[in-house]
């Protein structure tokens, strides 16, 4: 009796060719949401150049964007200030350098923590909100009406997300970072006792104003980004409740994760540009 092959269900070439097709696949949608996303960009600017914005539409917007993401952003800020004044603590006083925490903990929020952290707030708590009442109003057949009354959908409901998205992520930012540095400064200073003179003069010394320009300035693109990713996922929503999920869930999945790769690529060339304006 001929033993039976317990690798008989494995098929190297049906294997081989799915995986390519998988990867041909998602190479392909890939460019169809990088082209649909330049395409709605480039609308989006269009109608914030051509088209007068509505007051009462950007208030509402400047509302619900930043002042009710304020308690997430000032909580997510003076959680990250605490852990980073704990580990910058625990790891510097171990060579006698507790000072060196202040420098430590304000130049990772300023450059890189405070910005990406407020983003990935905002992206769960603005851009599924985003994702889903367009979505909404995609499927219940809303903005085929607003097409019929001869309004541009897109000037009416993206272009004042993004302008409140990309003027409002630099404000929540530097909110973040306050409630960052004076939490971390409490723990560190007031309540473990480290030289609060020293602390902020170690601060100064090895922090400049273009590691907060840089900080600020990444927001810009992420608040960008926030807002195009979540409004193309309500503009694509199909299927009725079920798609309106499915939106809110690419939403806030692609936003976070497109903020984290232009996070690394802007850093890439804010460091590169700093070394060559310093050899000049």
């Known amino acids: 009796m001929v033993p039976l092959n317990p690798f008989t269900y494995i098929r190297p070439r049906q294997t081989a060719r799915g995986a390519l097709v998988l990867t041909g696949h998602l190479v ?3 460019l169809n949401a990088a082209g649909e996303l330049g395409r709605l960009l480039v609308a989006v600017i269009r109608a914030l150049v051509k088209e007068p914005q509505r007051r009462e539409v950007i208030v509402t917007q400047l509302y ?3 002042y009710l993401s ?10 990250i ?8 603590y625990a790891t510097l006083v171990k060579f006698n350098a507790e000072v060196m925490s202040g420098p430590l903990v304000n130049y990772a ?6 910005p990406i952290f407020t983003a990935l707030m905002v992206s769960g708590r603005v851009g599924s909100n985003m994702a889903a009442e367009i979505g909404t109003m995609k499927v219940t057949e809303q903005l085929d009406a607003l097409r019929v009354m001869g309004t541009d ?5 993206v272009a004042p997300r993004f302008l409140a998205c990309v003027l409002l992520l630099p404000v929540l930012t530097a909110i973040a970072c306050v409630a960052g540095m004076v939490a971390a400064k409490i723990l560190v200073v007031d309540i473990w006792g480290v030289d609060g003179g ?3 003069h170690q601060t100064r010394n090895f922090m400049h104003a273009w590691d907060t320009f840089v900080g600020l300035s990444k927001t810009l693109v992420f608040g960008g980004i926030i807002c195009i990713v979540a409004c193309r996922a309500g503009l694509m929503t199909s299927g009725g409740a079920t798609g309106v999920g499915q939106a809110c869930t690419r939403g806030v999945v692609q936003g976070s994760i497109l903020c984290m790769i232009a996070n690394f690529i802007l850093t890439l060339l804010f460091n590169k540009l700093w070394s060559l304006m310093n050899q000049q």
Do not use: C, D, K, T
């Open 64 to 66: 619900h964007i930043g």
């Open 198 to 200: 020293a602390y902020w």
């Open 153 to 157: 959908p897109v000037a009416y409901l």
């Open 70 to 79: 304020l308690p997430v952003v000032i909580v997510s800020g003076i959680a």
């Open 109 to 114: 929020l300023v450059s890189q923590l405070a």
């Open 28 to 30: 392909v949608s890939g």
């Open 81 to 88: 200030g605490l852990v980073m004044g704990v580990q910058g």
